[in-house]
């Protein structure tokens, strides 16, 4: 059975949207970009500043900032991509609202991010709880830097979906 994928991303500055993009044409998969409801202004990623809305979400553990539109077919999918930017080691806090707004049963979880240098660190175990009945949630690639359809294609096909 050809198994029904989506690229659901969030981004703030377009690096992250530029990786989805790439990654949704290599895997044929659907895309969809998880708009804050409030959008991040450049004050609020300041992560120098300890007063900050980033600075502050991440570093509240029940943090949930609220997303503008629901996907209405997320039922359909077998394999979901998710894509980030790496915020303080770990993925946004909204990613989190993301997972706990759907029922991830019988769904395959394959995060992928951008970031300044770090890797996924804790982020695997700080999304699992948001989706508790996914199949599986994995780590997946971290897309800094320039990739060929051709190296994302091997990717995904050494994923075995
Ligand atoms: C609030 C905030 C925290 C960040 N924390 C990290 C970090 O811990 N490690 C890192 O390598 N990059 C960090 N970055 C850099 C972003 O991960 C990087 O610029 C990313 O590619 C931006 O993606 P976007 O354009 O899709 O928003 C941080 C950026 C912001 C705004």
């Not at 998880?34 to 120098?48: F, G, K, M, V």
């Not at 600075?55 to 553990?61: G, K, S, V």
């Amino acid at each position: 059975m050809n198994k029904k994928k989506l690229a659901a991303y969030f981004s703030c500055s377009g690096v992250t949207k530029a990786a989805a993009e790439s990654l949704a044409s290599a895997a044929g998969a659907d895309l969809f970009e998880i708009r804050p409801e409030t959008p991040y202004t450049d004050a609020d990623l300041n992560w120098n500043d300890s007063k900050a809305r980033s600075t502050i979400e991440m570093n509240d553990p029940s943090s949930r900032p609220a997303i503008a539109e629901m996907m209405q077919n997320m039922d359909e999918y077998d394999i979901v991509f998710i894509g980030f930017p790496i915020w303080w080691y770990v993925a946004p806090t909204i990613i989190n609202t993301f997972l706990e707004s759907y029922d991830f049963s019988g769904k395959k979880i394959i995060l992928f991010a951008t970031s300044g240098g770090s890797g996924f660190g804790k982020t695997v175990e700080k999304l699992r709880v948001s989706c508790p009945n996914s199949t599986e949630i994995i780590e997946g690639k971290l897309m800094n830097g320039k990739y060929t359809t051709k190296d994302l294609v091997s990717w995904i096909e050494s994923l075995e979906l």
